[in-house]
């Protein structure tokens, strides 16, 4: 039987830690974002061909790929809007780096992004769980997933990251990846510029993270998140711990000292 949702995965922000002693000056990024644009299988490519409509609002050729960090504030504030009528759904996790307890401990390979995975697909499989009406909708209650492929990365390495998961969430520890909705099998990657869904990935996680992280004059811009809100993922009306994650907990702290963050405090 085929899937019944198709979610693409993109990132915003970089996984050093060489953060910077002032806005101007260009260092580490605070804040690594993983996004996930999320879409019932059968109606993915109706969705995904708002980058055609896209493309023709902007006078853009009809197979330019669309680079979040291409685009001008007027230009990511439309995109965002026409993102937000879509039916999909966005799950962005949002790791500020200063605020995590080891940091030598992601010196390790790919240590960060495999993290922020964990989080991202967690609240993947509760989607997909609470989502799935075999009445209503198609397929067999699982999820293809496509990754936006990182150069030099191993996606092999990241699926024996996901089987050992599985291995201690059978051992009884506290790991909410459902592995039989999001089978490993259904793992793919791709280039964005060859899949409308990555580039809304890229958009989810470019909104999130410019919300976030501050420019060189130490301001944020949270508008473009803020028009994406009625799309983002929640539980019995809440957005955080579901469709926004902030790791690690200790960043709540950072996030409450922040004027620039004021509006995440007000998120509802």
Known sequence: MATSFRVYIDEAGDEGFKFREHPAVQRSSDWFVLAAFVAR???????VKVIDAVRTEFGLPPK???HWKDLKHPQKVRYCQMIAGRKARIIMVCVHKPSLLEPETFGERYRLYFYAVRYLLERTSWLVRDHHNPQ??????TADIVFSNR??????EMKDYLRR???HRQAGADVRVDPSLLPLERITTLTP???????????AAGAVFNALERDRFGNTEPRYVRELLPI????EGKVFGYG???????AIQHIHQQPVLAWLRETQ
């Not at 150069?151 to 092999?156: A, D, L, N």
């Not at 983002?232 to 539980?235: D, E, F, K, Q, T």
């Open 41 to 47: 299988k059968e109606s993915d490519l109706e969705t």
């Open 64 to 66: 330019k790929h669309i």
């Open 136 to 141: 209503k909708h198609g397929g067999d209650g």
């Open 151 to 156: 150069q030099g990365m191993s996606y092999e």
């Open 165 to 167: 998961l599985d291995r």
């Open 193 to 203: 510029g060859r899949c409308m869904g990555l580039q809304l990935a890229d958009a």
């Open 232 to 235: 983002v993922y929640r539980y």
């Open 244 to 250: 926004v994650k902030i790791a690690p907990r200790e």
